[in-house]
């Protein structure tokens, strides 16, 4: 089973490889496609996966699965018996949802899909969620938090950054990568 990530933002920003960089340790380097890459973000990315400079729409796959939040399927442990190839939309998320995934890749691929229930999440997110349901967990098995507030400065005034996405919940708190948070910590423009 292989995991794509087209990559849909003009340029590779630190957050989209903090969250590709997580994406390969969950899913191993050797499961993992980036699409759509210049050549500079492909020597970046090779550490982390396979990488392609053409569309995974060029790549004619056959036995894929786009992953969409617009799909009314939801994604389950059977349809890794089903598909051979898991695509996702590498785009930082908006608040609110423009529905990048669909005008880009939904409307262009000739692929099923499925959703991962009613709300946004990270890339690194979306792939995790998949990998455990196929690897035979239930959606409704994993337990989520939705719009979870991140502190970044503690003391007298305390400063948090409330994401607006769904994230899994590990230990009672949201299983966000370490090195976006302290990424968030110290960008001056949020």
């Known amino acids: 089973m292989k995991f794509i990530i087209e990559h849909l933002e003009n340029k590779l920003y630190k957050w989209c490889l903090i969250e590709y960089k997580q994406i390969s340790k969950y899913v191993g380097?050797?499961?993992?496609?980036?699409t759509k890459l210049n050549s500079m973000d492909m020597k970046i990315l090779k550490k982390y996966g396979e990488v392609r400079k053409e569309s995974v729409i060029s790549l004619k796959l056959n036995k894929a699965c786009l992953l969409d939040p617009k799909s009314d399927k939801l994604l389950s442990p059977s349809d890794s018996k089903v598909f051979d190839y898991f695509i996702f939309g590498g785009i930082l998320g908006d608040f609110p949802e423009q529905g990048r995934t669909e005008k880009y890749l939904t409307s262009k691929l000739n692929v099923e899909t499925r959703n991962l229930g009613?709300?946004?999440?990270?890339?690194?997110?979306?792939?995790?969620?998949?990998?455990?349901?196929?690897?035979?967990?239930?959606?409704?098995?994993i337990k989520f938090i939705d719009k979870p507030s991140i502190v970044i400065k503690k003391g007298e005034y305390k400063e948090e950054i409330n994401l607006p996405y769904r994230y899994i919940l590990k230990n009672?708190?949201?299983?966000?990568?370490?090195?976006?948070?302290d990424y968030l910590k110290k960008k001056k423009d949020l």
């Open 29 to 34: 380097k050797s499961n993992l496609i980036f």
């Open 118 to 141: 009613d709300m946004q999440m990270s890339t690194d997110t979306a792939v995790l969620v998949s990998k455990l349901i196929l690897d035979g967990i239930n959606f409704d098995d």
């Open 172 to 181: 009672n708190k949201p299983l966000i990568n370490k090195d976006l948070i």
